[in-house]
């Protein structure tokens, strides 16, 4: 009896969670697929908005997507309390545990999960490869806030990749791509990417947002105050964030969907290992936090950015390396056409992972 009381509370607090959310975080599922929808039907309408967006461009960042990511990002980084980030300098076991997750394991499974579910494609299989070695330092922020992690522990996090991210992906592209595989007698594949490109993505997408952010709020609340900012603006400009979310993955789908329509059998084999991955790594950082005893919002932020990808980046490197219509190109861009709606639904599974296993043990 005591087991059906705890399940049912389980199940009604879960419920109360999400009923919370906002109209347009509550039904994002249904919003996404909306946007898909909409990308296909323009690019399936009006073909040359593929030519246009793709001349929109300055080197490999195309603009239009450049624009709904820096519109993602930055009302999320105007909601972080950076004048409290000293809060979490003690934290050093959490850092450590990411950090492992992020370069360590990641790229690991995801290297381990391409050549399993694709043997015989080596250019899907590399740009998965590829996709792995980004970590997220974008979207990571969206589902963060959702599941309701902490916003200043994922900033610093987001920082720490970002950092990483210059000084290892190159390396880690080089160990996984050529070194490894010739271990097993395989050819590998070179790719040729510098630390200044790698650089040059993180100061756009992560950078400018960032700068954004801290400007934004250290002079509103000197001018304004902290109830207004919290209580009257970031009501008001956080969900434009989740907008900006939107106009991405229309962009997105509209310059892609025909490869994707035309290629179904392609993007269904490139997808299934991509969502074992994310729901394997988003799994495996939720059990370290429940056994390090970390706090949910530690314990989510953790989750949230081990099985998040840097997109922008991995689309990047396989286009300057393997052009656009290559399938290595054509297998990043799966990747965050599968990690949204997969990771919207770890927002809900976290959120039931809080109310079953972590408010049970504050009641302990």
Same mark, same amino acid.
């Given at each position: 009896?005591?087991?059906?009381? =705890?399940?049912?509370?389980?199940?009604?607090?879960?419920?109360?969670?999400?009923?919370?959310?906002?109209? $347009?975080?509550?039904?994002?599922?249904?919003?996404?697929?909306?946007?898909?929808?909409?990308?296909?039907?323009?690019?399936?309408?009006?073909?040359?908005?593929?030519?246009?967006?793709?001349?929109?461009?300055?080197?490999?960042?195309?603009?239009?997507?450049?624009?709904?990511?820096?519109?993602? &990002?930055?009302?999320?980084?105007?909601? =972080?309390?950076?004048?409290?980030?000293?809060?979490?300098?003690?934290?050093?076991?959490?850092?450590?545990?990411?950090?492992?997750?992020?370069?360590?394991? /990641?790229?690991?499974?995801?290297? /381990?999960?391409? +050549?399993?579910?694709?043997?015989?494609?080596?250019?899907?299989?590399?740009?998965?490869?590829?996709? /792995?070695?980004?970590?997220?330092?974008?979207?990571?922020?969206?589902?963060?806030?959702? %599941?309701?992690?902490?916003?200043?522990?994922?900033?610093?996090?987001?920082?720490?990749?970002?950092?990483? @991210?210059?000084?290892?992906?190159?390396?880690?592209?080089?160990?996984?791509?050529?070194?490894?595989?010739?271990?097993?007698?395989?050819?590998?594949?070179?790719?040729?990417?510098?630390?200044?490109?790698?650089?040059?993505?993180?100061?756009?997408?992560?950078?400018?947002?960032?700068? *954004?952010?801290?400007?934004?709020?250290?002079?509103?609340?000197?001018?304004? /105050?902290?109830?207004?900012?919290?209580?009257?603006?970031?009501?008001?400009?956080?969900?434009?964030?989740?907008?900006?979310?939107?106009?991405?993955? =229309?962009? &997105?789908?509209?310059? @892609?969907?025909?490869?994707?329509?035309?290629?179904?059998?392609? =993007?269904?084999?490139?997808?299934?290992?991509?969502?074992?991955?994310?729901?394997?790594?988003?799994?495996?950082?939720?059990?370290?936090?429940?056994?390090?005893?970390?706090?949910?919002?530690?314990? *989510?932020?953790?989750?949230?950015?081990? #099985?998040?990808?840097?997109?922008? $980046?991995?689309?990047?490197?396989?286009?300057?390396?393997?052009?656009? #219509?290559?399938?290595?190109?054509?297998?990043?861009?799966?990747?965050?056409?599968?990690?949204?709606?997969?990771?919207?639904?770890?927002?809900?599974?976290?959120? +039931?992972?809080?109310?079953?296993?972590?408010? *049970? %043990?504050?009641?302990?």
């Amino acid at each position: 009896m005591a087991n059906t009381h =705890v399940s049912t509370s389980a199940r009604s607090g879960a419920a109360n969670i999400v009923g919370q959310l906002s109209t $347009l975080d509550r039904f994002l599922p249904f919003w996404i697929f909306m946007a898909m929808v909409a990308g296909v039907l323009l690019g399936y309408l009006f073909p040359g908005i593929k030519e246009v967006f793709n001349a929109l461009s300055i080197g490999t960042v195309s603009l239009p997507i450049a624009i709904g990511l820096l519109w993602m &990002m930055y009302p999320v980084l105007a909601k =972080v309390k950076y004048e409290e980030l000293s809060k979490i300098t003690g934290a050093m076991r959490q850092f450590g545990v990411s950090l492992t997750l992020n370069w360590l394991i /990641g790229p690991a499974i995801m290297f /381990g999960l391409a +050549w399993t579910f694709l043997p015989d494609l080596p250019g899907y299989r590399t740009g998965l490869i590829i996709t /792995g070695l980004a970590r997220c330092i974008a979207m990571v922020l969206i589902w963060n806030m959702l %599941a309701g992690g902490d916003s200043e522990y994922c900033a610093v996090l987001v920082a720490l990749n970002s950092v990483f @991210q210059i000084v290892m992906y190159s390396p880690l592209a080089y160990f996984y791509l050529v070194i490894v595989p010739d271990w097993f007698g395989v050819p590998g594949t070179t790719v040729d990417i510098s630390m200044w490109d790698i650089a040059k993505s993180v100061l756009i997408f992560l950078g400018l947002p960032l700068a *954004a952010g801290v400007i934004t709020r250290f002079t509103l609340l000197r001018r304004k /105050g902290a109830e207004w900012y919290d209580t009257r603006f970031m009501p008001r400009l956080g969900p434009t964030a989740l907008v900006g979310l939107l106009f991405t993955i =229309v962009v &997105m789908f509209s310059m @892609q969907g025909d490869k994707i329509l035309a290629q179904p059998s392609d =993007v269904l084999r490139v997808a299934v290992p991509l969502a074992v991955y994310f729901g394997l790594m988003f799994a495996v950082s939720f059990a370290l936090s429940l056994g390090f005893k970390f706090p949910y919002e530690m314990a *989510a932020t953790q989750s949230f950015t081990a #099985a998040s990808n840097n997109f922008e $980046l991995a689309i990047a490197v396989a286009v300057g390396t393997f052009t656009i #219509a290559s399938q290595e190109a054509l297998a990043t861009v799966i990747g965050p056409l599968i990690e949204v709606p997969v990771l919207v639904g770890l927002v809900y599974v976290s959120l +039931w992972i809080k109310d079953k296993f972590f408010s *049970a %043990a504050s009641h302990s």
